[in-house]
């Protein structure tokens, strides 16, 4: 469970997050969703220390982690699978071996070993019919897919993935719409997923979370948007460009 206390956080003179109150609780697929600029990646990155608040608290299963050091955010780091938009593998290794490596770096185990691991690894994720495969002979949702194999090789207790599905055609993204679900479902993971693909958003997620000039508009299951009355939210959902948001 994650809990944001009266989290606020500017860069220069620009607010971005502004009194934040929010528990993400467990076993949940929670959807971060807003316009750009609206904070949602900046939301996610204070849940892992790669930022830090200026006023609030942050606390992780009751634990207030706000002024942990560096030494102290690494084991809770490892409760996390933290997958970007765009996933970094090693181009000169395979697919296999790119999860491989923090098998081998974390657990000590042999190359053999780590690669068999790595082998159960993608099977969970649809690829294990090809590990052998270079990264550049794969399309962006599979790399999307390995990367999210390489991060679950900690077993962490919950997943984040900033925009997995875009830049995707539809088949690719629901592939990754299935891969959440599973990831929620079977692995039994929380799953934070920062997005603006409303397709995905209503067919996964178990509850929305949008936000709107660094605060929260609207907080509930996805009929609660689809019946909102509030004309920022029914904007954003119908898509349209312009409107009550730019003013």
Not at 28 to 43: A, F, H, P, R
Not at 63 to 83: C, F, H, M, P, S
Not at 106 to 117: D, K, M, T, V
Not at 192 to 210: E, K, N, P, Q, T
Request: include cysteine.
């Amino acid at each position: 469970m994650i809990e944001y206390v009266g989290v606020s956080k500017r860069f220069d003179a620009h607010p971005v997050l502004d009194h934040i109150d929010l528990t993400l609780k467990d076993r949940e697929i929670t959807y971060i969703i807003g316009s750009s600029g609206t904070g949602k990646s900046v939301l996610v990155k204070h849940a892992v220390g790669l930022l830090r608040p200026d006023a609030g608290r942050i606390r992780i299963d009751g634990q207030d982690v706000t002024d942990l050091n560096e030494a102290g955010w690494r084991d809770i780091r490892k409760r996390y699978a933290l997958v970007f938009q765009h996933p970094t593998l090693f181009d000169s290794m395979s697919l296999l071996d790119n999860v491989a490596l923090p098998i081998r770096k974390h657990q000590g185990l042999s190359r053999e070993a780590a690669r068999q691991s790595a082998r159960d690894f993608l099977e969970r994720v649809d690829m294990d019919s090809k590990a052998d495969l270079m990264p550049a002979e794969v399309g962006p949702s599979e790399r999307k897919r390995v990367a999210i194999a390489r991060s679950l090789t900690l077993s962490p207790d919950c997943a984040i993935l900033d925009e997995p599905t875009t830049g995707l055609d539809i088949v690719a993204s629901e592939n990754i719409d299935a891969m959440i679900r599973d990831l929620a479902h079977r692995m039994r993971k929380t799953v934070i997923v920062v997005s603006h693909d409303l397709r995905s958003i209503f067919g996964v997620a178990d509850r929305i979370v949008f936000l709107y000039k660094g605060r929260i508009r609207l907080d509930g299951p996805p009929a609660a948007f689809r019946d909102a009355d509030d004309p920022i939210v029914r904007q954003f959902v119908r898509g349209d460009p312009a409107g009550p948001m730019e003013t």
